[in-house]
């Protein structure tokens, strides 16, 4: 490796910062970039904790000069495109930067706009969500001021980051009701767009007994498309089993909403992106590599990534090393050695206190990391949850060690 060869890492949440500092141990210093503009750092796990008011936000933020990896040049900009054929990537300010290899770390956008009201009804007439920082004290102020009504809980189509994260924060405003004596004047709702409370079976069965147990009630098939706000009206799209669409409309008092999500526009918008099918406009990768399809100097890693796995942190903490092996291997024009098997892990919370720890790869292969039935509501996997992966998160995998 020398200093002609350029890499440069798009993106700087914990996909860019991992693979920064895995790369900063072996390649020499001035030869990476990462581009970025934000100057927080951000743990988002711990943002359905915090909407519940078991932790304060603020835990979730660090500034992220205190993550750039010594020897790594940060530009603090935004990408607008992205030239493969050129290898060559241009900055907000008009700024084009050439590089030999590129690392995508863009993860994904919000697409709030795909639901009419929704945004700028964000933490006024009972609607709120956990998926924006700013918004997160207005959740815990809901859940805790909340008088009794419908409380529905929405969960858009995947792909989405942290699949589990709807059902989280449905569980714990379930106990937060039934600490203010608010749960019997309560209905509380799941609206979800997909067939079943969960993709992998196991896990499913285990929290179709929880919903059962907190008297929560399903709404399958049922795709938030719109919020007539000053009514507190929330408008479905509405599935039947034989494929049939209708539309609904159902009051509320409370409305948490997870927003539909893409990649990036200059993803979307560029060759790199997945021309067709069920990764469409998703960075084209291969999914046990990481390394795109059509141009082998690029490689993806995190929420942009086109792989059927779940979006969560857990999955670049074992993308991360992946990528690093392969780029390595890319640069010396070896053979890709190194293989992502899909592995993925959702702590559900279900209480305070107690968390079914899902962990599986592609194709649903259950992938336990502990010698116990992984469908189990467990005070250990709590402890897990709380204390120790936000740990190992800021001192381990941001620094290239976990």
Same mark, same amino acid.
């Given at each position: 490796?020398?200093?002609?060869?350029?890499?440069?890492?798009?993106?700087?949440?914990?996909?860019?910062?991992?693979?920064?500092?895995?790369?900063?141990?072996?390649?020499?210093?001035?030869?990476?970039?990462?581009?970025?503009?934000?100057?927080?750092?951000?743990?988002?796990?711990?943002?359905?904790?915090?909407?519940?008011?078991?932790?304060?936000?603020?835990?979730?933020?660090?500034?992220? +000069? @205190?993550?750039?990896?010594?020897?790594?040049?940060?530009?603090?900009?935004?990408?607008?495109?992205?030239?493969?054929?050129?290898?060559?990537?241009?900055?907000?300010?008009?700024?084009?930067?050439?590089?030999?290899?590129?690392?995508?770390?863009?993860?994904?956008?919000?697409?709030?706009?795909?639901?009419?009201?929704?945004?700028?009804?964000?933490?006024?007439?009972?609607?709120?969500?956990?998926?924006?920082?700013?918004?997160?004290?207005?959740?815990?102020?809901?859940?805790?001021?909340?008088?009794?009504?419908?409380?529905?809980?929405?969960?858009?189509?995947?792909?989405?980051?942290?699949?589990?994260?709807?059902?989280?924060?449905?569980?714990?405003?379930?106990?937060?009701?039934?600490?203010?004596?608010?749960?019997?004047?309560?209905?509380?709702?799941?609206?979800?767009?997909?067939?079943?409370?969960?993709?992998?079976?196991?896990?499913?069965?285990?929290?179709?007994?929880?919903?059962?147990?907190?008297?929560?009630?399903?709404?399958?098939?049922?795709?938030?498309?719109?919020?007539?706000? @000053?009514?507190?009206?929330?408008?479905?799209?509405?599935?039947?089993?034989?494929?049939?669409?209708?539309?609904?409309?159902?009051?509320?008092?409370?409305?948490?909403?997870?927003?539909?999500?893409?990649?990036?526009?200059?993803?979307?918008?560029?060759?790199?992106?997945?021309?067709?099918?069920?990764?469409?406009?998703?960075?084209?990768?291969?999914?046990?590599?990481? +390394?795109?399809?059509?141009?082998?100097?690029?490689?993806?890693?995190?929420?942009?990534?086109?792989?059927?796995?779940?979006?969560?942190?857990?999955?670049?903490?074992? +993308?991360?090393?992946?990528?690093?092996?392969?780029?390595?291997?890319?640069?010396?024009?070896?053979?890709?050695?190194?293989?992502?098997?899909?592995?993925?892990?959702?702590?559900?919370?279900?209480?305070?206190?107690?968390?079914?720890?899902?962990?599986?790869?592609?194709?649903?292969?259950?992938?336990?990391?502990?010698?116990? @039935?992984?469908?189990?509501?467990?005070?250990?996997?709590?402890?897990?949850?709380?204390?120790?992966?936000?740990?190992?998160?800021?001192?381990?995998?941001?620094?290239?060690?976990?």
């Amino acid at each position: 490796m020398t200093q002609s060869k350029r890499i440069l890492i798009l993106g700087a949440g914990s996909g860019g910062i991992s693979v920064a500092s895995r790369l900063a141990k072996v390649i020499p210093a001035g030869a990476i970039t990462i581009i970025d503009p934000s100057e927080k750092h951000y743990y988002q796990p711990l943002w359905t904790l915090a909407g519940a008011g078991v932790v304060p936000k603020e835990m979730s933020e660090k500034s992220q +000069q @205190d993550f750039i990896p010594s020897g790594v040049q940060w530009i603090r900009d935004s990408v607008v495109h992205i030239d493969p054929e050129r290898k060559q990537v241009q900055l907000t300010q008009g700024n084009k930067l050439d590089y030999d290899f590129l690392v995508v770390a863009l993860g994904l956008r919000l697409c709030w706009e795909n639901i009419p009201g929704a945004k700028e009804s964000l933490g006024t007439n009972g609607v709120c969500s956990i998926y924006e920082y700013d918004q997160v004290d207005k959740v815990s102020q809901m859940l805790q001021e909340f008088r009794g009504g419908n409380a529905i809980f929405t969960m858009p189509p995947v792909p989405i980051k942290c699949a589990g994260a709807p059902q989280k924060i449905m569980y714990l405003a379930d106990e937060i009701f039934r600490q203010n004596g608010t749960r019997e004047k309560s209905r509380i709702f799941f609206a979800t767009a997909g067939k079943a409370i969960f993709g992998i079976p196991v896990f499913a069965q285990a929290l179709e007994k929880v919903v059962k147990r907190k008297g929560i009630e399903p709404l399958f098939q049922h795709q938030l498309i719109g919020i007539k706000a @000053d009514k507190k009206i929330a408008i479905f799209l509405v599935t039947d089993h034989e494929g049939h669409q209708s539309q609904k409309e159902v009051h509320y008092e409370l409305l948490h909403i997870v927003p539909p999500m893409a990649a990036p526009h200059m993803i979307t918008e560029s060759p790199l992106a997945e021309q067709d099918g069920d990764q469409k406009g998703w960075l084209s990768v291969d999914k046990f590599t990481l +390394q795109h399809k059509q141009f082998k100097n690029v490689f993806g890693i995190g929420d942009v990534t086109g792989v059927p796995n779940s979006k969560t942190g857990a999955a670049i903490r074992k +993308q991360a090393p992946v990528v690093v092996a392969n780029l390595m291997s890319a640069i010396k024009g070896e053979e890709l050695a190194s293989k992502y098997d899909g592995y993925s892990s959702c702590p559900l919370v279900t209480q305070v206190g107690k968390v079914i720890l899902a962990e599986f790869g592609y194709d649903g292969t259950l992938m336990p990391t502990f010698p116990v @039935d992984p469908s189990k509501e467990r005070r250990s996997m709590w402890i897990l949850k709380r204390y120790l992966l936000p740990w190992m998160y800021w001192e381990g995998m941001l620094k290239g060690r976990a």
